[in-house]
T-cell receptor, first 116, second 112 residues
Framework: NAGVTQTPKFRVLKTGQSMTLLCAQDMNHEYMYWYRQDPGMGLRLIHYSVGEGTTAKGEVPDGYNVSRLKKQNFLLGLESAAPSQTSVYFCASSEWRGRPSTDTQYFGPGTRLTVL | QQQVKQSPQSLIVQKGGISIINCAYE??????FPWYQQFPGKGPALLIA?????SEKKEGRFTISFNKSAKQFSLHIMDSQPGDSATYFC???????????FGPGTRLSVLP
């Protein structure tokens, strides 16, 4: 199993450009998440999904959109990139059944995005 | 607004020593408290987690202590090793993991 994969690993954008980050998981997990990680801020939840076709806003959703058309994929879009969106983006997935043995988020390796 | 506070920001411990990282939360609706370990250039990985119905959970050298009345929980790393050098994040969630909130992280350095 590849676990959680993210594409691309690195990207540089100019202000105003758009792009889509792709997250894929092969663990048949229901829940998927997008976070951004900034120095001294920890991880902040952007959007999440509790199943195919569903999405919900997290702590910092402004400037981002997401889609979950397939259970295994979760896309994060930036319609008009801004320098404030320079960050490392992590995708995660989990199978949540309320049991400690399965209450685990599995993270991808991250995408480092720089907006000039 | 930080819903989960974490301290210290950085920690230096000698090999064999005990590392202690503390977290505090405000929202009493949180019902799941995991700790994550992150090495440079990698995504976070779950280390250990606890629910509020127990006061302590131990897995190997890692122990979570939970104080529900004080709304605090802490991570203890016994016999700290250089390989434990990483950034540690506490987190909290409610509604069965639908909305996770992370602390700002603690950078741990274990000196050989």
């Amino acid at each position: 199993n590849a676990g959680v994969t993210q594409t691309p690993k690195f990207r540089v954008l100019k202000t105003g450009q758009s792009m889509t980050l792709l997250c894929a998981q092969d663990m048949n997990h229901e829940y998927m998440y997008w976070y951004r990680q900034d120095p001294g801020m920890g991880l902040r939840l952007i959007h999440y999904s509790v199943g195919e076709g569903t999405t919900a806003k997290g702590e910092v959703p402004d400037g981002y959109n997401v889609s979950r058309l397939k259970k295994q994929n979760f896309l994060l879009g930036l319609e008009s990139a801004a320098p404030s969106q320079t960050s490392v983006y992590f995708c995660a997935s989990s199978e949540w059944r309320g049991r400690p043995s399965t209450d685990t988020q599995y993270f991808g390796p991250g995408t480092r995005l720089t907006v000039l | 607004q930080q819903q989960v506070k974490q301290s210290p920001q950085s920690l230096i411990v000698q090999k064999g020593g005990i590392s202690i990282i503390n977290c505090a939360y405000e929202n009493t609706a949180f019902d799941y408290f995991p700790w994550y370990q992150q090495f440079p250039g990698k995504g976070p990985a779950l280390l250990i987690a606890i629910r509020p119905d127990v006061s302590e959970k131990k897995e190997g050298r890692f122990t979570i202590s939970f104080n529900k009345s004080a709304k605090q929980f802490s991570l203890h790393i016994m016999d700290s090793q250089p390989g434990d050098s990483a950034t540690y994040f506490c987190a909290a969630s409610r509604n069965y993991g639908q909305n996770f909130v992370f602390g700002p992280g603690t950078r741990l350095s274990v000196l050989p």
